[in-house]
């Protein structure tokens, strides 16, 4: 079993649409990462969080440290929001920012 | 600022053949990573290094080598081309105090390499 794993593996949905991509976890965390990857291949970080949630935009993540699971919420979707999600969790007691990352979701807005 | 840079952007290569990845980065980062990317599976770690002179093993380091002369460079060198190297390689930098565990990571936009 993965430490990090990400549901689903696959989303289609239509524009306009509110999603959700799922992240769950195994181990002790000092922060959870969630990235953006371009369909050119390109990764950018979105956000960085240690509890609660934050928002930027049209992008919101959330954290439950007990359950050991975030979430990464897209409101009013649109097709450039089509990419592949990855979250990463940046265990407790690491020093070195070392990452484990889930498989990513790969998600698709149709116009 | 360029960000991570990284060269070259695709290549393809012969069993046994060598080379190196180039990877840059503009922003004073202390710490840099190599990954690799698979069809299916998570980013892996292959090396990092938390500063100039000082390198580490990731997750998969068998058949390739680093070294960190400077704070901007970071090159990734196989040796010896296997098949099983097929992989798109990112390389990526942030910047961590100390006391900072864990902070954003910036990543060059990947090399796709293929071994035939």
């Known amino acids: 079993k993965n430490e990090v794993e990400q549901s689903p593996q696959n989303l289609t949905a239509q524009e306009g649409e509110f999603i959700t991509i799922n992240c769950s976890y195994s181990v002790g965390i000092s922060a959870l990462h969630w990235l953006q990857q371009h369909p050119g291949g390109g990764i950018v970080s979105l956000f960085m969080?240690?509890?609660g949630k934050k928002k930027h935009g049209r992008l919101i993540a959330t954290i439950n440290i007990q359950e050991k699971h975030s979430s990464l919420h897209i409101t009013a979707s649109h097709p450039r929001d089509s990419a592949v999600y990855i979250c990463a969790a940046a265990p407790r007691g690491g020093a070195t920012n070392k990452l484990i990352f889930g498989t990513g979701t790969l998600l698709a807005v149709q116009p | 600022n360029a960000g991570v840079t990284q060269t070259p952007k695709f290549r393809i290569l012969k069993i046994g053949q060598s080379m190196t990845l180039q990877c840059t980065q503009d922003m004073n980062h202390n710490y840099m990573y190599w990954y690799r990317q698979d069809p299916g599976m998570g980013l892996k770690l292959i090396y990092y290094s938390v500063g100039a002179g000082i390198t580490d093993k990731g997750e998969v380091p068998n058949g390739y080598n680093v070294s960190r002369s400077t704070t901007e460079d970071f090159p990734l060198r196989l040796e010896l081309a296997a098949p099983s190297q097929t992989s798109v390689y990112f390389c990526a930098s942030s910047f961590l105090g100390r006391t900072t565990i864990t902070d954003t990571q910036y990543f060059g936009p990947g090399t796709r390499l293929t071994v035939l």
């Open positions: 969080l240690s509890s």
